[in-house]
């Protein structure tokens, strides 16, 4: 079974430009998370979707970010205009809570973003 | 609110030697727990989990068990091995609407090296 893939794996743009990172979460988990760790701090949560909702976007930083998940399938995050301080490692967790034992949260390799 | 406080690395180690990594944690109502790995180069890794109190997580020869009165879970394996080297997240998630599988709180992450 393939796991959460997120693409690209790296990505380094300048100040002032829009960046999408997406992510493929495990076929038929319903909850999918959105993280992110800057360098040198701990691994902070952006959002989770419950199939195309989003259960809690308490976590994004300001309205720069945007969060999608038409179709409640892959997801896209979308930073614009990208910032200095957005430069970190960006996660994407999927987990199917609904069988027993709950099934993850499962983590992606990560995208690394860096703006310069 | 949810937090959780996890044993400053890094931690050198012999191989074949015991290890613990504590982990404790502040929640408002009864959170699952767990454990990732980011082994160099990768991205996390679920270790193992425990979502209710006295659940003992266990995978790879590492276990961790949940003690609700000390509010602990710490990370415990016999005989490390330099297989073992990687950073290691203890995380709990809170109840979203009923469910177990909320968003994610991690702790700062400890390094383990093992020499051989």
């Known amino acids: 079974e393939a796991g959460v893939t997120q693409f690209p794996s790296h990505s380094v743009i300048e100040k002032g430009q829009t960046v999408t990172l997406r992510c493929d979460p495990i076929s038929g988990h319903d909850n999918l998370y959105w993280y992110r760790r800057v360098m040198g701090k701990e691994i902070k949560f952006l959002l989770h979707?419950?199939?195309?909702?989003?259960?809690?976007e308490s976590g994004m930083p300001n309205n720069r970010f945007l969060a999608e998940r038409t179709g409640g399938t892959y997801s896209t995050l979308k930073v614009q205009p990208a910032e200095l301080e957005d430069s970190g490692v960006y996660f994407c967790?999927?987990?199917?809570?609904?069988?027993?034992?709950?099934?993850?949260?499962?983590f992606g390799p990560g995208t690394r973003l860096t703006v310069t | 609110g949810n937090s959780v406080t996890q044993m400053e690395g890094p931690v050198t180690l012999s191989e074949e030697a015991f290890l613990t990594i504590n982990c404790t944690y502040t929640?408002?109502?009864?959170?699952?727990l767990f454990w990732y790995v980011q082994y160099p180069g990768e991205g996390l890794q679920l270790l193992l989990k425990?979502?209710?109190?006295?659940d003992k997580g266990s995978n790879k020869g590492f276990e961790a068990t949940y003690r609700k009165e000390t509010t602990s879970f710490h990370l415990e394996k016999g005989s490390v091995q330099v297989s073992d080297s990687a950073v290691y997240f203890c995380?709990?998630?809170?109840?979203?609407?009923?469910?177990?599988?909320?968003?994610?709180?991690f702790g700062r992450g400890t390094q383990l090296t093992v020499w051989p």
């Open positions: 967790a999927s987990s199917q809570e609904w069988v027993r034992p709950p099934e993850g949260p499962y």
């Open positions: 929640a408002t109502g009864y959170p699952s």
């Open positions: 425990a979502t209710k109190a006295d």
């Open positions: 979707f419950v199939k195309e909702s989003k259960q809690d």
């Open positions: 995380a709990l998630s809170d109840k979203n609407r009923g469910s177990t599988l909320g968003r994610l709180y």
